[in-house]
């Protein structure tokens, strides 16, 4: 199998191939490996790999031994170091246990062939630490990949994999999702265990999943990875159906509500304005109810509140693995805002932190309500088009933690409320610039409602496809 005929697929149809013993699983790592070498010297997404030997996986899983990339966050491997994005850790801290969601990953028979770049510990909206440079966008290498998942998105995107793992404590899954034309879900909080190395990442915002080019590929790496773990904090209900089952289904005719304005303030481009209009306009034509309405909530009080949960965060684990490789913290080898909102995390009081987490219980009631009326939220991914690399340098020592915080959200202030309430949120590729740039469309839904989603998306994949799509820099050699 050559890369560019393995780079037509997704992983549902690479694992059908597989199956029917049409092609091998060595000769789909043999073209994964030269797809990712033929690619990542243009765009810098890996940090490790790809190895010759993937990691062990179970062959009879859903995904039949299809190659894969970890993030170079949160989760982790046994044995495999992991760097955080940072040069802080060295070269990495190696665990010795599968986090939960390795196993499932493995479970699901897929096999990880590299690592993949991210900001340092995720905390930004675009790919370029230090220790790793920049991640480039394969549209356009002169923008950025998006982050904090912006080295998994890459590689999707430029058709180098399939599928790839991904975080998102504020947007990470979304943005670079919008970034690199990809679908990009965060599930609700609880679905996918964050076991046994946490109980609610980032005060609860924070979790973990991945990125697909299908929806089809995406509601069935949720079949194959959802459900709590023993002593999860978090035991959501489960869904009706399995997700798969989701795709083809008619919802019925749906109420949404459609928002193209900035929470922030922050001016919206009237391409991406256009874009999500006219997803809600086809929307409309499939027998849903689209009309304008928003939430209401108050922006500055949110973005107040995230700083506290961020940086507290921040504080605990950078000094835990400072700890682990006998390293002390500073200006050597963190980046600037990293360091400064590290600092300031030290010195939140538990008072603080607690009234952080009561505005977003106060959000979340003002969304939950919200979705009484509506079954689903249709808003913009990004204000904008993928941005220029540099536009949001974490290596900025002129900018405080609150000046950085109020920098970043301004960017995606359409991703961070899911984050907050805890509820699902998907970004699918249904739009792009006259100059050929994607532009992601979010659709947000009430908590556990992520079959609905699918549904939708799946729906606007058949009416709006994106398949034929194909960047700059890709596998195809084309």
Not at 50 to 79: M, N, Q, R, Y
Not at 162 to 175: C, K, L, M
Not at 255 to 272: K, Q
Not at 351 to 372: H, Q
């Amino acid at each position: 199998m050559r890369p560019d005929e393995y780079a037509q697929y997704d992983a549902t149809g690479l694992a059908e191939l597989i199956r029917d013993n049409q092609v091998s699983v060595a000769e789909v790592h043999d073209a994964a490996r030269g797809a990712i070498e033929a690619v990542n010297p243009a765009l810098n997404a890996v940090v490790a790999g790809p190895w010759e030997v993937a990691l062990d996986c179970d062959g009879d899983g859903a995904f039949a031994g299809i190659p894969f990339a970890l993030k170079d966050f949160a989760i982790h491997a046994a044995g495999v170091p992991t760097r955080f994005g940072s040069r802080l850790t060295g070269q990495g801290v190696a665990f010795p246990h599968d986090t939960e969601l390795m196993k499932r990953f493995r479970a699901a028979g897929l096999a990880a062939v590299a690592l993949t770049t991210t900001p340092e510990f995720a905390f930004n909206g675009n790919t370029e630490p230090v220790t790793q440079g920049s991640t480039r966008n394969p549209w356009d290498r002169a923008r950025s990949a998006g982050g904090s998942s912006g080295g998994s998105a890459v590689l999707v995107a430029a058709r180098a994999l399939p599928i790839a793992h991904a975080t998102d404590g504020g947007g990470s899954i979304r943005i670079p999702a919008s970034a690199n034309g990809l679908v990009g879900l965060k599930p609700s909080r609880g679905r996918v265990s964050v076991a046994p190395d946490a109980s609610e990442p980032l005060s609860g915002l924070g979790v973990e999943f991945g990125l697909t080019r299908s929806v089809r590929d995406c509601a069935a790496l949720l079949d194959a990875v959802s459900g709590a773990a023993p002593g999860d904090k978090y035991v959501i209900r489960d869904p009706a159906c399995p997700y798969i089952d989701e795709i083809g289904r008619d919802p019925g005719g749906l109420r949404i509500a459609i928002h193209t304005e900035s929470w922030s303030g922050d001016p919206v481009d009237p391409e991406v304005v256009a874009a999500v209009a006219a997803v809600g306009s086809v929307l409309e034509g499939l027998g849903h109810h689209v009309r304008p309405d928003s939430p209401v909530f108050r922006w500055d009080q949110f973005v107040d509140a995230n700083l506290p949960v961020w940086s507290v965060s921040l504080a605990e684990g950078i000094d835990a693995l400072a700890a682990a490789v006998g390293t002390t913290p500073g200006a050597h080898n963190l980046e600037a805002t990293t360091l400064a909102c590290a600092e300031h995390g030290r010195r939140v009081t538990a008072t603080e932190l607690g009234g952080a987490l009561a505005v977003f219980n106060e959000v979340s009631r003002t969304v939950g309500t919200f979705f009484t009326e509506y079954d689903l939220l249709l808003t913009p991914t990004l204000s904008r088009p993928p941005q220029l690399l540099g536009d949001l340098d974490s290596d900025d020592a002129s900018l405080t933690p609150g000046q950085w915080m109020r920098k970043l959200l301004g960017v995606c202030s359409f991703t961070p409320l899911f984050n907050a309430t805890g509820g699902p949120a998907i970004s699918l590729p249904l739009g792009c610039t006259r100059s050929g740039l994607p532009i992601g469309v979010q659709l947000a839904a009430p908590m556990c409602d992520e079959g609905t989603l699918i549904a939708v998306a799946a729906q606007l994949e058949t009416a709006m496809p994106w398949a034929h799509r194909m960047p700059e820099v890709n596998a195809c050699g084309r």
